[in-house]
């Protein structure tokens, strides 16, 4: 059965290619058949991230986390792009001691990392995106790879979390999301739990290697995986907000970032930096 099983993923997929699970691989992006390649980074390059596919988040952003976002912690080597959270203090240039918005009154940021999206850059309506990448366990630390769409603010335009790792039920856990705007005020979540507990039961050395997080998305449905294993199945028929408007109908562009604290737990005693490693993100459509 495992066998007929990846011979009908090299049917889809084509040529799968070998590669060493603790190493960033430098082949060439996969073909699969009927889709073609319409936007790829491998991140085989020194320096800043490419301005033509990346724009930055700044400051304190969302979810009342404890990082300010800052270009400098986004850096490509070694065939990855490395994002790192790291302990150190950013004054907050917004500061209003009497506000009561959390990202005037916080008078310093005692955590940093980086936020990329291809917002106004590239954007996408359906398609296969592939994202190669490696995250780091550490208690505080929540990458993510996600999407939002164009059009209507947030959450009506749709997010598509094809990952997030923080703390959920007492756990950290891997999830696979979708999230749009329900009757107002309720926000509808499609959500899939996994405890990295496991995937660890798999394999200790699952948090050491690098993974694939793919998304398969098309007018019918949005399917999301971990290493050819199906994690979540989110319908189109129920991703409607009140007014009609399907949000994952329309182009979304896509978000890299690591977050600190928050849902990601408590970062007083760990250990900094905090790496998030992403190998590439390969997107494709059909043909």
């Keep these: 059965m495992k066998g007929i099983l990846l011979s009908l993923v090299s049917l889809f997929y084509g040529t799968i290619y070998s590669q060493n699970p603790y190493e960033p691989d430098f082949s060439k992006p996969k073909k699969i058949n009927h889709y073609k390649l319409v936007w790829n980074d ?52 917004n500061y209003v001691a009497i506000s009561s918005d959390w990202k005037e009154n916080r008078e310093h940021a005692y955590y940093t990392s980086a ?18 990448a490696r995250i780091d366990s550490t208690l505080s630390s929540w990458p993510a790879i996600w999407t939002l769409g164009n059009n209507n603010p947030w959450p009506a335009n749709g997010e598509i979390d094809i990952m997030e790792f923080y703390i959920k039920n007492n756990e950290q856990s891997i999830l696979a999301n979708a999230a749009w705007l329900g009757k107002y005020p309720r926000i509808v979540w499609d959500s899939k739990v996994i405890p990295l507990a496991y995937f660890l ?87």
Aim: with cysteine.
């Design 201 to 287: 039961k798999k394999d200790p050395d699952w948090v050491k290697k690098f993974h694939i997080w793919r998304m398969e998305w098309d007018q019918n449905s949005i399917k999301i995986y971990i290493d050819n294993e199906l994690i979540n199945k989110i319908s189109q028929k129920k991703a409607k907000n009140p007014d009609g408007f399907k949000p994952f109908n329309q182009e979304h562009y896509l978000l890299l970032n690591l977050a600190i604290g928050s849902n990601g737990g408590d970062p007083t005693d760990s250990k900094f930096p905090i790496s998030y490693e992403v190998d590439y993100a390969r997107i494709y459509q059909k043909e």
């Design 115 to 132: 936020s990329l999206k291809t917002e106004g850059l590239a954007s996408w309506k359906y398609g296969v995106f592939e994202i190669r």
């Design 42 to 93: 491998e991140f085989n390059y020194n320096g800043k991230p490419d301005s033509t596919k990346w724009i930055y988040e700044y400051g304190f952003v969302r979810n009342e986390e404890l990082q300010w976002y800052q270009p400098k912690n986004a850096t490509c080597k070694n065939g990855v792009l490395l994002i790192e959270g790291r302990r150190e203090i950013v004054q907050n240039p």
